[in-house]
């Protein structure tokens, strides 16, 4: 059963009890006092609201099939648990879409109101950070800090929020979340951002003379960064809701043309869908072609993708890593 039937479940299994399937409070904090909090710092959004209410929950079990024993939901949840939580469990919906992480929980983390974690399944060990890119052990979870001001009393909690917001403040805070955040790369596997670095530094030069980079997803932060934006505006490229983005996508200015870069060491291969939304987003920017590459980092990782999976469509290129001074052009067999 997915995601949402579970969550679908829980909320149903709640109300034939005769309860609510979420709480007016949770940690004793009311939506109420979320809202009053969020709008002091302009950030109030009924979406946003929900979230953190979410992220305060301690009575459910994490969602996680590897989390920490005993450990609840507040612990550590990803967007897509979150937006389950918000759009199925607590609003009796469906969940809420993707598209609008960036406007949930963005905002919040660039304050250092929400950290960004990381659930190591070897360990079974929430970790600082996001050092894995798309990974689903991501999650997120308030801030001790911030938990502790939305938990203050009424005549308290504008003023030591007040204290919070300081701007040195939140720059302390970063500057301890990116530390943290680097201790936890060293500790976990990194190698499908090793891989995204390594087509740009070697594949790159080497193949695809003229390019130039113009969008990176080597992290597991917003979908899409105000500077990701604004160095694809440059070079004439508008995002939409629902766009596709690579692991990586070049540019020539020259010749008017794309290419897209997806790196493999675990599945996510330029598959025949992935090459159809691309060559959307080519048309409707006004761009004459597009490439398309999926690197991997050995032969043993590649020949096991597509002996289980044979998904590289016809005229696109495979590179791989350790054996780099050569790309390879699929093409299909006609009579």
Not at 4 to 17: S, T
Not at 27 to 49: C, M, N, S, W, Y
Not at 232 to 244: C, I, K
């Amino acid at each position: 059963m997915g995601l949402d039937a579970n969550v679908r479940k829980i909320r149903e299994d709640a109300l034939a009890r005769g309860e609510q399937p979420v709480p007016e409070r949770l940690q004793g904090v009311t939506k109420a006092r979320i809202a009053d909090f969020l709008r002091a710092l302009d950030l109030e959004t009924p979406d946003r609201v929900d979230a953190v209410f979410a992220l305060l929950d301690d009575r459910l079990d994490s969602w996680f099939s590897k989390a920490p024993i005993g450990a609840k939901f507040c612990a550590g949840a990803t967007v897509a648990h979150v937006a389950c939580h918000v759009g199925i469990l607590q609003r009796g919906n469906v969940k809420l879409d993707r598209e609008g992480r960036d406007y949930r929980i963005k905002p919040l983390r660039e304050i250092g109101a929400v950290e960004p974690i990381f659930l190591d399944s070897k360990t079974r060990i929430f970790l600082p950070g996001h050092p894995v890119p798309k990974s689903p052990n991501s999650a997120h979870r308030l801030a001790s800090e911030f938990k502790r001001i939305l938990q203050a009393d009424e005549g308290q909690w504008k003023g030591l929020l007040s204290e919070w917001i300081q701007e040195e403040k939140i720059r302390e805070r970063h500057a301890f979340q990116a530390s943290q955040a680097e201790a936890t790369r060293r500790k976990v596997d990194t190698s499908h951002a090793d891989l995204i670095q390594a087509c740009i530094e070697h594949y790159v030069p080497r193949f695809l003379t003229g390019f130039e980079v113009v969008y990176v997803d080597d992290s597991d932060g917003e979908r899409i960064a105000d500077e990701d934006r604004e160095r694809l505006r440059d070079v004439g490229l508008v995002l939409e809701l629902g766009d596709a983005m690579p692991d990586v996508l070049l540019y020539n200015r020259e010749l008017n043309e794309l290419w897209v870069i997806e790196a493999v060491t675990s599945d996510g291969e330029v598959d025949e869908h992935k090459r159809r939304r691309m060559i959307e987003f080519t048309d409707r920017n006004g761009k004459e072609a597009t490439g398309f590459t999926t690197a991997y980092p050995t032969w043993k990782i590649a020949a096991r993708r597509q002996a289980a999976h044979k998904n590289i469509p016809p005229s696109t290129y495979v590179w791989i890593r350790e054996d780099g001074s050569k790309h390879y052009r699929a093409e299909s067999f006609r009579a």
